[in-house]
């Protein structure tokens, strides 16, 4: 079987961008991810949020701040699909439950996932944000807290990295565990270093 080109990966990319097969989402199907053939570092989350369906441009909020704090890089080699891939478990605003935003729904990680993963072919890192996209990128059957997770982080680098969800709301996540701060992100910065070929904050 032939590998995807380039050309294929950027026609995939526009069909999800097109997508509207959950034309019954409470603001309508609005596809929101980025990547290229040459991206470096894969981040997957959970699903936008309703500002970010709003915008359109995803981690344009506090949660991307400390996210791009955490991984040393700034706004332009974040939003630069040469270097890094953003492909959330769910592509769209999945709607507001009780608790908070809906989970992804299923659906879309069946309907798209695969073929953009297959594509992706030079991604070196892939950091993993959060229960689902950890159920799909690690298949090991352990039910584990996510906590659990993080602090076995040495066991999945260099190429993944399972990580809290960068928002303020973790704040008392971090302050309770201030062994990520001071072990795991030194260890991410470098890796990231590594991978893009260049200096890191």
Known sequence: MSQPSDDDLRELISSVRDCTACDDLPLGPKPILQGGPSSKILIVGQAPGRITHKKGIPFDDPSGVRLRDWMGISESVFYDPKKIAILPMGFCFPGTGKSGDLPPRPKCAALWRPQLLESLKGVELTLIIGQYAIDWHIRDGEKITLTERVSRWKDYMPSRLVMPHPSPRN???????????????????????????????
Do not use: C, F, M
Request: aromatic residues 10%; charged residues 30%.
């Open 171 to 201: 704040n008392l996540w971090l302050k309770r565990n201030p062994w990520y701060e001071a072990e795991v992100l030194p260890a991410l910065k470098r890796q990231i270093s590594r991978v893009l070929n260049e200096k890191i904050s």
